[in-house]
């Protein structure tokens, strides 16, 4: 489930890196909080609707980060649900990415390692932006592999170029047409 769609070089799609990698702290700080809204209003539409198309979840966890460096630390996202209160009843599961990210539409399940025992569990999966999910599916994969189920896949920005293909073009225009609340972006849910 996307919350938003994004092209390349948007307001958005520029919130989506700097929340993650702006020098100053607090460029950070306010990408973060405006990607929180974002979220949190959301939520509050659509939340219900993404746990019952899910069949519910038991823990979140966030689609490792490709920068450099990233391993240190907790990946910012997961603060930015915690937030917007995304609730994660058992707790989060660390997800950790080992060396060169997957190439686009190239799912490496072996770039992601699963921290701790998952075996059983139902999770809802994070990730900031997907281009061709091939961060998202490898992880998907890395889960599977450890015994639990990706039961969700939830982004903040899904990044679109129109210009890519007429196909595109054409789709973009239709979603980017509806009124926002005409209809959940999930089948069969909400909406009139
Ligand atoms: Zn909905």
Same mark, same amino acid.
Do not use: N
């Given at each position: 489930?996307? #919350?938003? +769609?994004? *092209? @390349?070089?948007?307001? !958005?799609?520029g919130a989506l890196?700097?929340?993650?990698? &702006? ?72 997800? #950790?990415? +080992?060396? *060169? @990210?997957?190439?686009? !539409? ?8 699963? &921290? ?34 990706v039961a969700a ?40």
């Amino acid at each position: 489930m996307p #919350v938003a +769609l994004c *092209r @390349p070089g948007d307001a !958005l799609s520029g919130a989506l890196r700097r929340y993650k990698d &702006a020098p100053a702290p607090d460029a950070r700080a306010h990408h973060a909080h405006s990607l929180t809204r974002m979220l949190r209003d959301h939520l509050e539409e659509h939340g219900s609707c993404l746990w019952s198309a899910a069949g519910g979840w038991d823990a979140v966890a966030v689609v490792p980060s490709s920068r450099p460096g990233a391993l240190a630390v907790a990946h910012p996202l997961m603060g930015v649900a915690a937030a917007a209160g995304l609730a994660s009843p058992t707790g989060t599961i660390r997800l #950790v990415g +080992l060396g *060169r @990210p997957p190439a686009h !539409l190239r799912p490496r399940p072996e770039w992601v390692a699963v &921290a701790g025992e998952v075996e059983g569990r139902r999770v809802l999966l994070l990730d900031d932006t997907w281009t061709t999910g091939a961060h998202a599916f490898s992880a998907t994969g890395a889960i599977g592999r450890r015994g639990a189920t990706v039961a969700a896949v939830l982004v903040l920005g899904r990044t679109v170029d129109p210009g890519a293909a007429p196909a595109l073009a054409d789709w973009w225009g239709r979603m980017t047409a509806r009124p926002a609340s005409a209809a959940c972006c999930i089948e069969g849910q909400g909406g009139p």
